[in-house]
């Protein structure tokens, strides 16, 4: 009876994992980091995810069908990114692929989806090798070497900065690569890179490296980091004089959490991204209204990134002759002048778009749209 009652429960667990979609549904799966050290992009971007969706379906799905998210939460671990996938594409049957946020897994999870053949779209991963020789990999955001030039040309031509010092997170796929893309731009424009500087991942104290990169007298600093760790970089900077207004970051500021945890220190600093709740775009105001009245607050350009990706993915389903993952794919690459939150998306040859990057301002603990600058 033991022994009957071990297979039932196995049985009953086999089940309950197996998410099969039912006659009237077609299942998605999206692989974000809900927990863990960038949790605020992952749970940003299901948000938009989530709203997109419920719009789709609220409009009659695709061909009669109602998409369904499987989510899978990689805590912020590039190996949880790989494991995730694998569970999404061989337990699950999804379709199709919605994540990650940060290049890095991305790397990894697209890996998976690439030699198992389904189509998967990252919504904010912007290093260049994400989609490279990956055939089955898109991005709807820009890419590193695209927001490196954009932040040069800000620097050099819009701020009019001609001596400016890096500093990174050295083991960082997203950070390097964002900080070499910007070092050959805005010598390219004539400037003069002062000092370079690489931290480990995981540091927590900068007085030091600040000290240093101070001692050079940048007229500017580019930080092209993530939001948890530019919280510390700007109190430790202020502690040793290094005022908000000296730092250029990238699109990894984009959190409500650095504004909880430095917006004062970062006064009048500048980044590039690919949204601000005050862009002045038809799509991005709408988008805006509705998450507003779904939410109930603000919402980060995370948000706006995952449900740009979402509308393209279901847009591409819809045009998609068949709901298998082939036809999806096909449909993707054929994605042209599809408006959205964060600008209009054409995919191109390579599986990556071409959009506007946008300059923001932080001012009075708040994200404001600056200018743009068109992707090259």
């Known amino acids: 009876m033991l022994r009957r009652a071990f297979i039932v429960l196995v049985l009953a667990v086999v089940l309950a994992s197996c998410r099969k979609a039912g006659n009237d549904e077609v299942h998605v799966g999206a692989y974000l980091s809900l927990s863990g050290p960038d949790s605020t992009f992952g749970t940003d971007a299901r948000e938009g995810i989530d709203l997109a969706i419920d719009e789709v379906n609220a409009a009659g799905g695709v061909k009669g069908k109602r998409i369904v998210v499987l989510y899978e939460d990689t805590e912020s671990r590039t190996q949880e990114a790989s ?3 694998r569970q999404l594409v061989d337990r699950d049957k ?3 692929l919605l994540g990650e946020s940060a290049s890095s897994r991305s790397l990894a999870g697209g890996l998976i989806a690439n030699t198992s053949h389904v189509p998967m779209i990252t919504p904010s991963s ?3 090798e994400v989609t490279k020789d990956r055939e089955w990999v898109f991005r709807t955001c820009f890419t590193d070497d ?3 030039i954009a932040a040069a040309k800000f620097v050099r031509e819009g701020l009019k900065k001609t001596r400016v010092a890096i500093f990174f997170t050295a083991q960082d796929t997203y950070s390097s690569g964002l900080a070499k893309s910007f070092k050959e731009a805005f010598r390219a424009a004539g400037g003069e890179i002062v000092v ?9 104290n900068f007085r030091t490296y600040l000290a240093e990169l101070k001692s050079h007298n940048p007229e500017a600093i580019f930080v092209p980091n993530y939001y948890n760790e530019m919280v510390l970089i700007a109190r430790h900077a202020k502690e040793i004089g290094i005022p908000g207004t000296t730092f250029v970051g990238g699109d990894g500021w984009d959190s409500t959490n650095l504004l909880e ?3 004062a220190e ?4 500048y980044f590039t991204n690919h949204y601000a709740p005050d862009v002045p775009w038809e799509h991005a105001r709408k988008f805006l209204d509705a998450f507003r009245a779904k939410y109930k607050h603000e919402p ?3 948000s706006a990134q995952g449900y740009d990706a979402a509308r393209v993915l279901a847009n591409a389903m819809g045009r998609a002759p068949e709901l298998t993952p082939a036809a999806i794919r096909k449909a993707l690459t054929e994605t042209k002048d599809f408006p959205g939150a964060t600008g209009v998306t054409t995919m191109n040859a390579d599986r990556n778009v071409k959009k506007p990057i946008v300059i923001v301002r932080i001012q009075q603990k708040a994200f404001h749209y600056a200018s743009e600058v068109m992707t090259p």
Do not use: F, I, S
């Open 196 to 204: 370079e500087k690489g931290y480990p991942k995981g540091e927590t």
């Open 146 to 148: 695209q927001q490196g």
């Open 261 to 263: 945890g430095a917006g």
């Open 126 to 128: 912007t290093a260049v």
């Open 300 to 302: 980060a350009g995370g």
């Open 266 to 269: 970062l006064e009048g600093a």
């Open 94 to 96: 999804v379709v199709a």
């Open 83 to 85: 494991q995730k996938v």
